[in-house]
């Protein structure tokens, strides 16, 4: 079985300071990781996905992710918040043994001016 | 099209009636995908269809719901007999390929569905 959790449901940052969404996951298998994001009233966009290769993934917007499995953790970072980031954001696990994506439940992000 | 697209975007109808969702995946995208995003839920996966293959069903919730793909392309999501616990954001995303392969899955912007 596979499983994901957000650490935190909702978190605020100051503009220009840094962001960290936290994100633990549990698999049988080899898994393949992504973050997307929500903005209101839109779809998932994603914003980038580990599948075995380099364990520093680099993403859309200044997002990027470090897979560790010893902590079997997929945090999610930028270095400067910026106004346009407050979404929700959603890590995603798939183990490749089928087809389903497994949500974590979101973690809202707050900009504060 | 440029992305995937989702039809109606909102809709609201009466408890017991039957609703139909369309969706239209990204041109050449041979894998399609159904999840249902609720309060308290979070998202789930309801189906997924890749090419000609008999579709992964194992996520929808009930026999009310059932989906087809026609010609491999456009799909159609039909609830029974609606109810209230059915209200949510129906999501549909298309792929290339397979996601345990790590292809990219690109999300449409989601069906609202109201029940009352």
């Known amino acids: 079985a596979q499983s994901v959790t957000q650490l935190d449901s909702h978190v605020s940052v100051s503009e220009g300071t840094p962001v960290l969404l936290r994100c633990n996951y549990s698999s049988s298998y080899s898994p393949s990781l992504f973050w997307y994001v929500q903005h209101p009233n839109k779809g998932l966009q994603l914003l980038l996905k580990?599948?075995?290769?380099?364990?520093l993934v680099k993403g859309i917007n200044g997002f990027e992710a470090e897979f560790k499995k010893s902590e079997t953790s997929f945090h999610l970072t930028k270095p400067s918040a910026h106004m346009s980031d407050a979404a929700e954001y959603f890590c995603v696990v798939s183990d490749r043994r089928n087809e389903k994506l497994t949500f974590g439940t979101g973690t809202r992000l707050t900009i504060i001016p | 099209g440029a992305g995937v697209s989702q039809s109606p975007s909102n809709k609201v109808t009466e408890k017991g009636k039957d609703v139909e969702l369309r969706c239209d995946p990204i041109?050449?995208?041979?894998?399609l995908y159904w999840y249902r995003q609720s309060l308290g839920q979070g998202l789930e996966f309801l189906i997924y269809f890749q090419g000609n293959s008999a579709p992964d069903k194992s996520g929808l919730p009930s026999d009310r719901f059932s989906a087809e793909r026609t010609g491999g392309s456009v799909s159609t999501l039909t609830i029974q007999r609606t109810q209230q616990e059915d209200s949510a954001v129906y999501l549909c995303?298309?792929?290339?390929?397979?996601?345990?392969?790590?292809?990219?899955?690109?999300f449409g912007e989601g069906s609202w569905l109201t029940v009352v």
């Open positions: 041109s050449g995208h041979t894998a």
């Open positions: 995303a298309s792929s290339l390929g397979r996601a345990k392969a790590g292809n990219t899955i690109y």
């Open positions: 580990y599948t075995s290769a380099a364990t």
